[in-house]
């Protein structure tokens, strides 16, 4: 089975940095994602990870940890649009399942 | 290129009935996942089909059921719902279970 902890919530202002950590237990890794899901919206796909270190792109930045089983998302330059849930999902060797966690509600403030 | 569709977006029905949800995938994908959204779970895996055969199941009960078509639509049902059926339920398309694309979702209520 997996296990994949992220924090429930986190606030931050307008401009700031927050840095969303996941933890994750698994049998056989095959990449982790970040998806972004507005209230009443599918999730959409932020960043996939497979080997260690960091992937930019624009103000969203993932960063991994296979030996911590660690993940982190880094949003920089926050703006009100960005609050949301952020998922972390982590896919399986064996089978290419992929099982979220319970997500992590961030709220913008100005 | 036109995204996931899922038909319908809303439902409403009541307990003991059936229900048929639809998913067209990206065009070109052949992987269909669906996942079922609960406040209180959180995104949880169904089934995927990949090339009309079940490749992957979560831990649902047997009233959950799917197909997929030459076509990769897919389908998803369930019979005999019950209260807690009530979600939002998620198909999401890929290549060959790499990236996911989410669809908008089915909300279906059950009362």
């Known amino acids: 089975g997996q296990n994949i902890d992220q924090p429930t919530e986190m606030t931050a202002t307008e401009g700031a940095i927050v840095q969303i950590n996941c933890t994750y237990q698994?049998?056989?890794?095959?990449?982790l994602f970040w998806y972004q899901q507005h209230a009443g919206e599918a999730p959409t796909f932020l960043s996939y990870?497979?080997?260690?270190g960091l992937e930019e792109k624009g103000r969203f930045s993932s960063f991994l940890s296979r030996s911590k089983g660690y993940s982190y998302l880094l949003l920089k330059e926050l703006q009100m649009k960005d609050s949301a849930s952020y998922l972390c999902?982590?896919?399986?060797?064996?089978?290419?399942?992929?099982?979220f966690g319970a997500g992590t509600t961030v709220t913008v403030r100005a | 290129k036109a995204g996931v569709t899922q038909t319908p977006r809303y439902l409403i029905k009541t307990r003991g009935q059936q229900v048929t949800l639809s998913c067209s995938p990206i065009?070109?994908?052949?992987?269909v996942s669906w996942y079922q959204q609960t406040p209180g779970q959180g995104l949880q895996f169904l089934f995927e089909?990949?090339?009309?055969?079940?490749?992957n199941k979560g831990n649902f009960p047997g009233r959950f059921s799917g197909r997929q078509f030459s076509n990769s639509r897919s389908e998803m049902n369930v019979s005999t719902l019950e209260l807690g059926d009530s979600a939002l339920y998620l198909c999401?398309?890929?290549?060959?279970?790499?990236?996911?694309?989410f669809g908008a979702g089915t909300r279906l209520s059950v009362l």
């Open positions: 999401a398309s890929s290549l060959a279970g790499a990236d996911q694309y």
């Open positions: 698994t049998s056989g890794f095959n990449g």
């Open positions: 990870n497979v080997l260690d």
């Open positions: 999902a982590v896919r399986r060797s064996n089978d290419y399942k992929l099982s």
């Open positions: 065009s070109g994908h052949r992987s």
């Open positions: 089909y990949f090339s009309e055969t079940q490749r």
